[in-house]
């Protein structure tokens, strides 16, 4: 075979056999294969897509490039979570536990945040003392003891995606439904959960903007899922607006610890039960979704969602005790109330703009080398649909440096809020469900 005849066949539209995309991987990673003929065969697919069997060809290629993990043997279905990333999305930190209390184990290596959304792992690091990594080998075993497991990803499994995905940033191409979904589960089959649930968020803050390319996005995940044997649900959830209220590591941190302690966020919470309950009907371990919802719920209430995170939070070296006290989370030295300008109901908050916002205080990455502050970032005082009054708290943000009401961060997250003189009923949460 040669990469330039199956570039241009895949550049007329032609298809591929699984055994040439096989070799068109194989060869790229042993070198036989350039990286700018890599490239132009990505442009080629991103022009001219995938249909469902190359698209599978290619992830378990990439999930074959490396050590694939195996959980045989486990007592309880390993139940593993992925969301393509949103603003304020703390649901990890909430949803994990409560499977975890709620009768599965929890298998997730998750990723660091890039731009406008947040990654888990830096939420996780924000906690003094966690460091949230970890060989393949002592992933397992803190799965197998403890039935929960965040780390961040490993080299080691699906290496191929990670040289593939490089290229793909540089390259503008990475905006492929067969390319995305194909990253996706080569690194949820290569860590060898037995169910998968998957938060596909559609919305400004999110990757794909609108519920069809959400919807085409999760079809094609749950697909592979269901080709190679693996239990898959997606729920496609709204970005319109950032999750929750808080906007920022620690701020998302202590959010996650109201939700499990009963006083979180409503939207928070309805969205992992919705996710958690798909999650124990995929498993077999509950037989409809109101009773897994009742089982995740009883969580809650015990106390043993709660309990799991601090758990989770001592076997990554931080201190779980001190979270629970004021001061165990980093804080911003300075706290800026922004008021209301004017009284009237939100008709909507622009997700995008509170996510760059955040990032711009350096709550996030603008390249992946960047560094940043765990205790910076935004808490919302209303949501779309409230009725505000003029100059009552809309936002607060926490910075690193003094901050005024006419600086610019705060000109450009005022215009995050719109406004209606009318009541408005916000955006469904959840939106669609493809299992």
């Given at each position: 075979?040669?990469?330039?005849?199956?570039?241009?066949?895949?550049r007329?539209?032609?298809?591929?056999?699984?055994?040439?995309?096989?070799w068109?991987?194989?060869?790229?990673?042993?070198?036989?294969?350039?990286?700018?003929?890599?490239?132009?065969?990505?442009?080629?697919v991103?022009?001219?897509?995938?249909?469902?069997?190359?698209?599978?060809?290619?992830?378990?290629?990439?999930?074959?490039?490396?050590?694939?993990?195996?959980?045989?043997?486990?007592?309880?279905?390993?139940?593993?979570?992925?969301?393509?990333?949103?603003?304020?999305?703390?649901?990890?930190?909430?949803?994990a536990?409560?499977?975890?209390?709620?009768?599965?184990?929890?298998?997730?290596?998750?990723?660091?945040g890039?731009?406008?959304?947040?990654?888990?792992?830096?939420?996780?690091e924000?906690?003094?003392?966690?460091?949230?990594?970890?060989?393949?080998?002592?992933?397992?075993?803190?799965?197998?003891?403890?039935?929960?497991?965040?780390?961040?990803?490993?080299?080691?499994?699906?290496?191929?995606?990670?040289?593939?995905?490089?290229?793909?940033?540089?390259?503008?191409?990475?905006?492929?439904?067969?390319?995305?979904?194909?990253?996706?589960?080569?690194?949820?089959?290569?860590?060898?959960?037995?169910?998968?649930?998957?938060?596909?968020?559609?919305?400004?803050?999110?990757?794909?903007?609108?519920?069809?390319?959400?919807?085409?996005?999760?079809?094609?995940?749950?697909?592979?899922?269901?080709?190679?044997g693996?239990?898959?649900?997606?729920?496609?959830?709204?970005?319109?607006?950032?999750?929750?209220?808080?906007?920022?590591?620690?701020?998302?941190?202590?959010?996650?610890?109201?939700?499990?302690?009963?006083?979180?966020?409503?939207?928070?919470?309805?969205?992992?039960?919705?996710?958690?309950?798909?999650?124990?009907?995929?498993?077999?371990?509950?037989?409809a979704?109101?009773?897994?919802?009742?089982?995740?719920?009883?969580?809650?209430?015990?106390?043993?969602?709660?309990?799991?995170?601090?758990?989770?939070?001592?076997?990554?070296?931080?201190?779980?005790?001190?979270?629970?006290?004021?001061?165990?989370?980093?804080?911003a030295?300075?706290?800026?109330?922004?008021?209301?300008?004017?009284?009237?109901?939100?008709?909507?908050?622009?997700?995008?703009?509170?996510?760059q916002?955040?990032?711009?205080?350096?709550?996030?990455?603008?390249t992946?080398?960047?560094?940043?502050?765990?205790?910076?970032?935004?808490?919302?005082?209303?949501?779309?649909?409230?009725?505000?009054?003029?100059?009552?708290?809309?936002?607060?943000?926490?910075?690193?440096?003094?901050?005024?009401?006419?600086?610019?961060?705060?000109?450009?997250?005022?215009?995050?809020?719109?406004?209606?003189?009318?009541?408005?009923?916000?955006?469904?949460?959840?939106?669609?469900?493809?299992?």
């Amino acid at each position: 075979m040669r990469a330039v005849d199956l570039i241009a066949r895949k550049r007329g539209g032609e298809r591929h056999s699984p055994d040439e995309v096989r070799w068109l991987i194989g060869a790229y990673l042993d070198g036989g294969v350039p990286d700018y003929q890599m490239a132009a065969w990505l442009m080629a697919v991103c022009w001219r897509g995938l249909d469902a069997a190359e698209t599978r060809a290619l992830t378990l290629a990439l999930a074959g490039s490396g050590r694939r993990l195996s959980f045989a043997g486990s007592p309880v279905p390993v139940v593993d979570k992925h969301s393509t990333g949103g603003v304020g999305d703390k649901t990890t930190l909430v949803l994990a536990p409560m499977l975890a209390a709620a009768g599965v184990a929890v298998a997730k290596m998750s990723g660091r945040g890039l731009g406008h959304t947040g990654g888990t792992i830096d939420k996780l690091e924000a906690i003094p003392g966690v460091q949230a990594t970890a060989d393949p080998d002592a992933f397992v075993a803190a799965v197998r003891a403890h039935r929960l497991a965040i780390a961040s990803q490993s080299a080691e499994l699906a290496p191929g995606d990670g040289r593939l995905y490089a290229l793909r940033d540089v390259t503008a191409t990475v905006e492929s439904i067969p390319l995305i979904a194909s990253s996706v589960m080569s690194k949820k089959i290569a860590t060898g959960a037995q169910v998968i649930v998957l938060d596909v968020k559609a919305g400004s803050g999110a990757f794909t903007k609108d519920v069809a390319a959400a919807r085409e996005l999760a079809g094609a995940m749950v697909a592979l899922g269901r080709d190679v044997g693996l239990p898959t649900v997606a729920v496609i959830s709204s970005m319109a607006e950032p999750l929750g209220r808080a906007v920022g590591n620690a701020l998302e941190v202590q959010e996650a610890l109201d939700t499990l302690s009963g006083r979180g966020p409503a939207d928070v919470l309805d969205l992992c039960l919705a996710l958690g309950s798909e999650a124990l009907v995929a498993a077999g371990v509950a037989p409809a979704l109101q009773p897994a919802r009742q089982r995740l719920e009883d969580t809650l209430r015990q106390g043993a969602a709660l309990e799991q995170l601090l758990g989770l939070v001592g076997s990554l070296g931080g201190d779980a005790a001190g979270l629970l006290r004021p001061g165990g989370l980093p804080t911003a030295p300075f706290i800026l109330g922004v008021p209301a300008p004017r009284t009237g109901y939100l008709a909507s908050i622009d997700a995008l703009v509170c996510g760059q916002v955040s990032t711009g205080l350096g709550a996030g990455r603008t390249t992946k080398e960047s560094l940043i502050d765990p205790a910076v970032g935004l808490v919302l005082g209303a949501k779309t649909g409230d009725l505000v009054e003029q100059g009552t708290p809309l936002v607060t943000l926490h910075a690193r440096h003094p901050l005024a009401v006419d600086s610019e961060p705060v000109g450009t997250l005022l215009t995050a809020f719109h406004w209606s003189d009318q009541p408005v009923t916000p955006v469904p949460l959840i939106l669609e469900t493809l299992r």
